[in-house]
Nanobody, 121 residues
Framework: QVQLVESGGGLVQPGESLRLSCVAS????????MAWFRQAPGKEREGVSC????????HYADSAKGRFTISRNNAKNTVYLQMNSLKPEDTAVYYC??????????????WGQGTQVTVSS
């Protein structure tokens, strides 16, 4: 059974850090681009960061640049999101995504169930 399971969310104060993990089962991450998205109450889901398969090239949303770091450990079938200097506006449910493109029109896309991150004093 294919699954992505996120963990590491929680309640922290502004300025603190969290490390999110996403463990894949039922498939191997090696050939998948991995990404973290988030969705705050009343807002659309937005991309936070992604890391390519193979060359591990990373991209970040402007809101995450300089504070968040995405990484992957294919041997552990896990992707991480290190979040530092957290702000109240980072409060959201964070989702892990795995995507493999077979062609311009064919791809596989998996989502995790999400983990809540709340930043509040």
């Amino acid at each position: 059974q294919v699954q992505l399971v996120e963990s590491g969310g929680g309640l922290v104060q502004p300025g603190e850090s969290l490390r999110l993990s996403c463990v894949a089962s039922g498939f191997t991450l090696d050939f998948y681009a991995m990404a973290w998205f988030r969705q705050a109450p009343g807002k659309e889901r937005e991309g936070v960061s992604c890391i390519a398969s193979g060359d591990d090239i990373t991209h970040y949303a402007d809101s995450a640049k300089g504070r968040f770091t995405i990484s992957r450990n294919n041997a552990k079938n896990t992707v991480y999101l290190q979040m530092n200097s957290l702000k109240p506006e980072d409060t959201a449910v964070y989702y892990c995504n795995a995507r493999r493109d077979y062609s311009t029109a064919a791809y596989i896309n998996y989502w995790g169930q999400g983990t809540q991150v709340t930043v509040s004093s």
